[in-house]
């Protein structure tokens, strides 16, 4: 039996079907485009970002990532959830435009040929998925409210809707199932079995339970489509794309050089919503309000004014009630409101430890600290607002080269009964040994560089040090929004590293080697880092 033979006329004849359904979808995609096209326009209008390169690795990640789930599936119970539900919507997305199809086209026949069964049979078993996943995802918002989630009747709404998509898709099979017990629809199981508890019901009311099953499933499936661009789940649009685009392992955090010599550059990183980049704007739309940043976030741990989740939903939403202004569509002319100290409290931003774990936990792949340092930059460079503590630090950092203001001179003390060599560029060693500055001058830190020095002398490594000519490498001003004066130190240290021929460098301070391996190469040194580990 081919299931393409499975019609619903009763309510609406079969020479107005096609334009009943033309004029709803007409209705729901004029929306959808409608509500979409400004959001994407503001993606093509602000500042540009390279997410081109590597597309090869590019599509592995997504199929790693989005389409396996993997970083979902980290998660037993909800992960589970969210997969069966996000794979579900790709095989019923296949159903859902054969709903269509046969609206459309009342009396063609369309069979998928050898697949038709199997993919009957995939179908029914992710509606059982799908409804189940859909059910635990109802109950956890009702009555189990984890805290880490945000609950919204938004949420809701959309879960009840899959849901009716999911019992409407199978009512559809059991209501022409029942008509027709005298043939068997090929693959179709669940259909099949809920067809005799039709039976016992009237005629009538099995032919208008079939057809309103036809209905509530086209409609439901254009009320969600119009749903999606003014909600959360517009995440299912463009999560895919965003984990494309996402940062590569190999790019560090993402963080690139100001051209200070630029005259024409007039502000400097981001105080504006729309100063970030497309590809942080994109990050905003992709946000699924999961929490699972939060859950890992230090900052939120220790009862600091700082949750990641909400940091990119006041974004999100900020951008979003700007829109109108930043497409000049509106009326009423004003400028576009700061972000900082308005949108985002500067404690919000002071309270991130730039640690990555965030991003690491999201399963969209959203970006935090590259947006967080832009703000900063924004707060240091443009409006000259920091802690006061950063005031002595960043003093330092200028004058001494390290962060505590110990004198540049004293720099290696640390090594001084550690017969350790110091580079010679007319005799140099293999490895340069780059100890930072909390191996230089913190308690704790010189007794991990005397360790450090030992166990390359055991491993037999050819190695010597800088000695006083080391300098912090710019990481916490970097990381503090000062990228002046990161400029400044990662100008001097590279310039070294050039005039001495230095290439391979080991170092045990992670900040270092991020640093040294991932963000010098713009200031014109191509580096050899390894951890010493
Ligand atoms: S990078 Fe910042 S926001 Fe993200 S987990 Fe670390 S402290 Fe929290
Ligand atoms: S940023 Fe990522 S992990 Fe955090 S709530 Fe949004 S989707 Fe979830």
Not at 16 to 41: D, E, M, S, Y
Not at 91 to 97: E, P, Q
Not at 360 to 378: Q, S, T
Not at 503 to 529: A, M
């Amino acid at each position: 039996m081919n299931t393409s033979k499975n019609r619903a006329f009763e309510w609406v004849s079969q020479d107005l079907q096609p334009f009943i359904l033309g004029f709803l979808i007409a209705l729901a995609v004029t929306r959808f485009f409608f509500l979409l096209w400004p959001k994407c326009k503001i993606l093509l209008q602000v500042a540009p970002e390279d997410r081109f390169n590597k597309p090869i690795t590019r599509l592995w990640n997504t199929v790693r990532i989005a389409i396996f789930q993997t970083k979902i599936l980290k998660e037993t119970k909800s992960g589970w959830m969210h997969a069966f539900i996000f794979w579900g919507f790709l095989v019923l997305l296949l159903r859902a435009l054969w709903f269509f199809f046969i609206g459309f086209f009342p009396t063609v026949e369309f069979s998928l040929g050898g697949i038709e069964t199997p993919y009957a049979l995939l179908k029914d078993l992710f509606v059982v998925l799908v409804s189940l996943a859909a059910g635990y995802a109802l109950y956890r918002r009702v009555v189990t409210k984890p805290e880490r989630l945000t609950l919204s009747v938004e949420g809701i709404v959309i879960l009840s809707l899959i849901l009716l998509i999911m019992v409407s898709d199978a009512l559809f099979d059991a209501g022409w199932q029942a008509r027709n017990s005298q043939v068997a629809l090929s693959g179709i199981w669940i259909g099949r079995s809920i067809a005799p508890m039709l039976q016992v019901l009237s005629a009538d009311l099995v032919v208008h339970i079939h057809n309103l099953a036809y209905w509530t499933h086209v409609v439901c499936v254009l009320y969600f489509l119009t749903l999606l661009p003014n909600s959360k789940h517009l995440h299912i649009v463009t999560s895919i794309p965003n984990v494309f685009f996402s940062r590569l392992p190999e790019r560090g955090n993402g963080l690139h050089r100001i051209n200070f010599e630029n005259e024409e550059q007039k502000s400097f990183g981001v105080s504006k919503i729309d100063e970030f980049s497309w590809k942080k704007l994109l990050d905003l739309h992709s946000c699924t309000e999961c929490g699972r940043c939060d859950v890992v976030c230090p900052a939120l741990a220790s009862d600091k004014p700082l949750s990641p989740k909400q940091l990119t939903v006041d974004l999100r939403d900020h951008l979003n009630d700007e829109t109108p202004y930043l497409l000049g569509n509106n009326l009423e002319q004003r400028g576009i409101p700061t972000l900082l100290g308005g949108v985002i409290n500067d404690e919000t931003l002071w309270s991130c430890t730039t640690c990555g774990a965030c991003e690491e936990e999201c399963p969209v792949m959203i970006e935090y600290v590259n947006k967080v340092v832009d703000l900063r930059r924004g707060l240091v460079l443009m409006e000259n607002r920091y802690p006061t503590e950063f005031v002595g630090a960043f003093k330092s950092l200028e004058t001494q080269s390290n962060p505590w203001g110990f004198g540049r001179n004293t720099r290696s003390d640390w090594a001084k009964e550690l017969d350790v060599k110091t580079w010679d560029k007319h005799n140099p060693t293999e490895y340069l040994y780059f100890v930072g500055c909390n191996g230089a001058f913190d308690d704790r830190g010189k007794k991990i560089a005397a360790a450090v020095v030992h166990s390359l002398k055991s491993a037999g490594v050819d190695f010597s040090i800088l000695g006083n000519d080391e300098g912090c490498t710019g990481d916490p001003a970097r990381r503090a929004g000062n990228e002046y004066l990161f400029d400044l130190l990662a100008s001097r240290n590279a310039e070294l590293f050039k005039e001495k021929s230095i290439i391979k460098i080991v170092t045990h301070c992670p900040h270092c080697f991020n640093s040294l391996k991932n963000e010098y190469s713009e200031f014109g040194v191509e580096l050899d880092v390894i951890h010493h580990s």
